[in-house]
């Protein structure tokens, strides 16, 4: 059983804190407002509610104008692309609404912008770090000590906010009971993921995540590098610096977008486990990867690990061998069953995208793994984009359409 609370906790903020707090509040309401006048209006007429289209679209300039964190630029855009779909929902159910607006003094911290302790929190702001006490009142029983002071409650996130001159963190806090029951007795659905250089990522639903932004934002990367390079001043050094960071900052966010969008799916498709392929020997497989996509796929991994574990869905990593060889219907493995982007079943007949039968695979591989294992021999599927494939490859067709 999971329970989650919320600790409101007064803080002690440090001497001339005050017009830093204020700014940062200030500038986080800035993109959060200017994100919801974009993804109201929208492209095309239609009111925006993708988070990684709205990042894709705002989150460099507005990293430009303020000066927050990347990752409290992102949360401004997320707060509004949230509110948006709330709108968005409302006027489908013929309620009148308007643009979200932001006025309150408020901003959300995770756990990259914020250090959560249980007497301190160390906040991100737009000049630095701000550490600040915590008020909290004696009586252990009562909230918000009952939480704050209990180990067994994690925190989750934070929201900063100010009233008058007083400023308190909301903290999210959730707490886990052991006795939970496995989820393993359950029908188990996993969502398989196959990483490569033309597709940062395919999904076994069929989706594909293609690597030609990533691809021209690293071209870029680099070029720019050289040029800069090359007057070999001081200032250049420090240009090639600014270089790096910004496009490191654009990688990030784009990887975010996808991280969201296979959470979306796996949630959507009520699977239980995302399977990636094991990363440690990652060049081995991806003889073609270069560092940056190392870097891109170990990335992703962390983001999905982290993003996932809020739905109650895990990551996992599987023994790649054979997946890109192996038929996902019938099971022959063979090295004429691939050719390039195409796979085409020797024995059976089976043909598809290659790395679409790849990620299929990847599913499969955790699946047997966990049928070997004898934990319980529950049912288990890879989800598909219409219907399933069963641990023995066999292809189950959707049970009923959906309306
Ligand atoms: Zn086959």
Same mark, same amino acid.
């Given at each position: 059983?999971?329970?989650?609370?919320?600790a409101?906790?007064k803080?002690?903020?440090?001497?001339?804190?005050?017009?830093?707090?204020? %700014?940062?509040?200030?500038q986080?309401?800035?993109?959060? #407002?200017i $994100?919801?006048e974009?993804c109201w209006?929208?492209?095309?007429?239609?009111?925006?509610?993708?988070?990684?289209? /709205?990042?894709? $679209?705002l989150?460099?300039?507005?990293?430009d104008e303020?000066?927050?964190?990347?990752?409290?630029?992102?949360?401004?855009?997320?707060?509004a692309?949230? *509110?948006?779909?709330?709108?968005?929902?409302r006027?489908k159910?013929?309620e009148?609404?308007?643009?979200?607006?932001?006025?309150a003094?408020?901003?959300?911290?995770?756990?990259?912008s *914020?250090?959560?302790?249980r007497d301190?929190?160390?906040?991100?702001?737009?000049?630095?770090?701000i550490?600040?006490d915590y008020?909290?009142p004696?009586?252990?029983e009562?909230?918000?000590?009952k939480y704050?002071?209990d180990d067994?409650?994690?925190?989750?996130?934070g929201?900063?906010?100010?009233d008058?001159?007083?400023w308190?963190?909301?903290?999210?806090?959730r707490?886990?009971?052991?006795?939970?029951?496995?989820?393993?007795?359950?029908?188990?659905?996993?969502?398989?993921?196959?990483?490569?250089?033309?597709?940062?990522?395919?999904?076994?639903?069929?989706?594909?995540?293609s690597?030609?932004e990533?691809?021209?934002?690293r071209r870029?990367? %680099?070029?720019r590098?050289?040029?800069?390079?090359?007057?070999?001043?001081?200032a *250049?050094h420090?240009?090639?610096?600014?270089?790096?960071?910004?496009?490191?900052g654009?990688?990030?966010?784009?990887?975010?977008g996808?991280?969201?969008?296979?959470?979306?799916e796996?949630v959507e498709y009520?699977c239980?486990?995302?399977?990636?392929?094991?990363?440690?020997?990652?060049r %081995?497989?991806?003889?073609?990867?270069?560092w940056?996509?190392?870097?891109?796929?170990?990335?992703?991994?962390q983001?999905?690990e982290?993003k996932? /574990? %809020?739905?109650?869905?895990e $990551?996992v990593?599987?023994d790649?061998?054979?997946t890109?060889?192996?038929?996902?219907?019938?099971?022959?493995?063979?090295?004429? #069953?691939?050719?390039?982007?195409?796979?085409?079943?020797?024995k059976?007949g089976?043909e598809n995208?290659a790395d679409?039968n790849a /990620?299929? #695979?990847?599913g499969?591989?955790?699946?047997?793994?966990?049928?070997? $294992?004898?934990?319980?021999?529950?049912?288990?599927?890879?989800r598909?984009?219409r219907g399933?494939v069963?641990?023995?490859g066999?292809?189950?067709?959707?049970?009923?359409?959906? *309306?």
């Amino acid at each position: 059983m999971e329970y989650r609370r919320t600790a409101i906790i007064k803080l002690d903020t440090p001497k001339n804190a005050d017009p830093t707090l204020r %700014e940062t509040v200030e500038q986080f309401r800035h993109c959060a #407002n200017i $994100a919801s006048e974009w993804c109201w209006h929208g492209d095309d007429g239609f009111h925006v509610t993708s988070k990684a289209k /709205a990042e894709r $679209a705002l989150y460099e300039s507005l990293k430009d104008e303020t000066d927050l964190t990347a990752n409290l630029v992102q949360k401004g855009i997320r707060r509004a692309v949230e *509110a948006v779909k709330s709108g968005v929902e409302r006027l489908k159910r013929g309620e009148k609404t308007s643009k979200p607006h932001f006025s309150a003094d408020s901003v959300v911290y995770d756990k990259r912008s *914020a250090t959560f302790h249980r007497d301190h929190v160390s906040l991100s702001t737009v000049d630095g770090r701000i550490e600040c006490d915590y008020i909290l009142p004696d009586d252990p029983e009562k909230p918000p000590l009952k939480y704050v002071g209990d180990d067994d409650y994690e925190f989750r996130m934070g929201h900063l906010q100010r009233d008058g001159d007083d400023w308190y963190l909301h903290a999210s806090m959730r707490k886990i009971e052991a006795d939970d029951p496995e989820p393993d007795t359950e029908h188990r659905t996993v969502l398989g993921v196959d990483l490569g250089v033309n597709n940062i990522a395919v999904s076994s639903t069929g989706t594909f995540w293609s690597a030609d932004e990533f691809n021209h934002w690293r071209r870029e990367y %680099e070029k720019r590098r050289g040029s800069l390079q090359q007057t070999g001043t001081r200032a *250049a050094h420090e240009a090639i610096e600014g270089v790096g960071r910004k496009e490191y900052g654009r990688f990030e966010i784009y990887l975010h977008g996808v991280a969201n969008e296979l959470i979306e799916e796996a949630v959507e498709y009520g699977c239980s486990h995302i399977v990636f392929e094991d990363l440690t020997h990652i060049r %081995e497989n991806i003889p073609q990867a270069t560092w940056q996509h190392v870097w891109a796929f170990r990335r992703l991994y962390q983001y999905v690990e982290y993003k996932a /574990a %809020e739905h109650c869905v895990e $990551a996992v990593q599987v023994d790649p061998r054979n997946t890109s060889k192996r038929c996902s219907t019938c099971g022959f493995t063979h090295d004429d #069953n691939r050719h390039r982007g195409t796979f085409a079943c020797q024995k059976c007949g089976y043909e598809n995208h290659a790395d679409y039968n790849a /990620a299929k #695979n990847i599913g499969l591989q955790y699946l047997r793994r966990r049928q070997n $294992a004898g934990d319980g021999g529950a049912p288990v599927d890879v989800r598909l984009n219409r219907g399933t494939v069963n641990v023995s490859g066999e292809y189950v067709p959707p049970a009923s359409v959906e *309306a």
